[in-house]
């Protein structure tokens, strides 16, 4: 007999109807081979009693499942499963602690799949209480121009003549977006571009992966610095190609290893974050920009631009980016405003030749046929309304100080463990370690003083041969007394080490 009482729960609290919830519990017997095909389920009355429920709850569920095609209902006779469905082997029911077997079933897959090794890796997660955390280099999301968006997004969706865009839309992206962008990256980089050269993307990383799509075939080959951004060395392998690393110094990637590549072999593109070298933070120099472009020329390759933070410079006028001096169509150029909004902000942009942003939408439409176009009328807006422009030169501001303050204590406190270069802009700091000391060591020392070092250094995603002794430290994301008391428990944790070691 079938311990109907024990197994079946109902929640009368619940939103969903009693008799669907039970309907639903009893196709579960029935998917579990618990009740098989033909046998009888019990008679409504006896089934009220036992879950002290009404009859008539039951009956309804009952004829849901004979709507529903599970069973069969014969006047004389009373209800039974289908004889037509076929005879599964008896598992435990799910929900139910039957054994560790039920865990297995939800965990493990039941078919083989390809298994991509080069894209391991862990997902972000929110510090725990009391943590502080020195990131990879991101914004602060606690100065985000929430109101600014919310009022914005109001007034677009408020609008009956703005109900069209809750419909398909260009796989390019708003009209009016890119039209805002194009005047945007005219004005503020030197571009000469139009909103038929841009297409709209969910942030940086779907610029990359597209440009990688289109650019390698199976052996291509993409040039990228011996220290680069992880997340584009993944992408350029998914899309089978070869990645042919070249040396960064302070002057960024050195191109005299570009163009003695190019003399034996042929490449498909160079990777290149000119700005502020992902991860050492180090600008490519203006001789180097323009040996770039000719090379480019020369040897007919793709420059892939990833300008992740143009906007964030404190010394001087930043350089302007190779694709304002592009005359060749090149440069793929790649930004986000993630970094200038908050990275929850999945809007980015590829600026390219025409017939390549063309070919760009159609694979764009294959893997996520538009962006948010509501979202992005949004933006569209306070690009007009110059909020953004108003957000970028606050937010400057604010991380121009902590700029100042993380290496100013980080040079007073620590200066015997570390070397690092202040930057120029960005949002981290390249910290380069003094004497035998270990990342790996420092950083799980670090956990048991409340400071997580999760920004970037040489690993397995990024050999470098000896181990390069540098990690990226962010900044930007954590307010003055966040960034005092992470640099004193940083010292707590070094001051450790060096206990230890004696």
Sequence with gaps: MIPYKTIIRLDKKSCTPLYIQLCNQLIQLIKCGVLPPSSRLPGTRWMSDTLGIHRKTVIAAYDELVTQGWTEASPARGTFVNSLLPIV??????????????????QTSGFSFVHRKHLDSTDARFPEEGLIVFDDGVPDNRIAPIE??????????????????????????????????A????????????????????????????????????????????????????????????????????????????????????????????????????TLSANRRMHLLELSKKYGFAIVEDDYDYDFHYSNAPILPLASSDTGGNVIYIGALCKIVAPAIRVGYMVAPQDFTDEASRLRRVIDRQGDP??????????????IQRHSKKALKMYHERRNLFCSLLRKKLHRYFDFQAPEGGMAVWVRLRGNYSWDEI??????????????CGDENDPVEPPYPGTRMGFASL??????????????TMKSIGEKAL
């Design 374 to 387: 509501l979202l992005e009328l949004t933006l569209a807006h306070m690009f007009r309304d110059g909020e």
């Design 183 to 282: 005047a945007y990256l005219n004005d503020t980089r030197g571009l000469h571009t139009t909103p038929e050269n841009i297409l709209i993307t969910r942030g940086s990383q779907m610029g990359i992966y597209l440009s990688a799509r289109l650019l390698l075939g199976e052996g291509g080959i993409m040039v990228v610095g011996e220290t680069n951004y992880r997340s584009a060395n993944k992408v350029f392998t998914e899309a089978g190609g070869k990645l042919e690393r070249i040396r960064v110094d302070e002057c960024g990637i050195v191109t005299d290893d570009v163009e003695k590549i190019c003399r034996s072999r042929k490449i498909s593109g160079v990777y290149v974050t000119s700005h502020h070298h992902h991860p050492t933070t180090v």
């Design 89 to 106: 082997e008896k598992r435990p029911i799910p929900g139910e602690k039957w054994g560790e077997d039920t865990l297995k079933i939800q």
């Design 479 to 492: 307010n003055t007394d966040e960034i005092r008391e992470a640099i004193g428990r940083l010292e707590k």
């Design 443 to 456: 950083k799980e020392e670090a956990l048991k003083n409340g400071l997580r070092i999760g920004g970037s």
């Design 148 to 181: 600014e968006i919310a009022r914005a997004y109001r007034n677009v969706a408020r609008k009956s003549y703005n109900r069209k865009h809750l419909s398909y839309g260009s796989v390019y992206g708003n009209r009016e977006l890119r039209e805002a962008l």
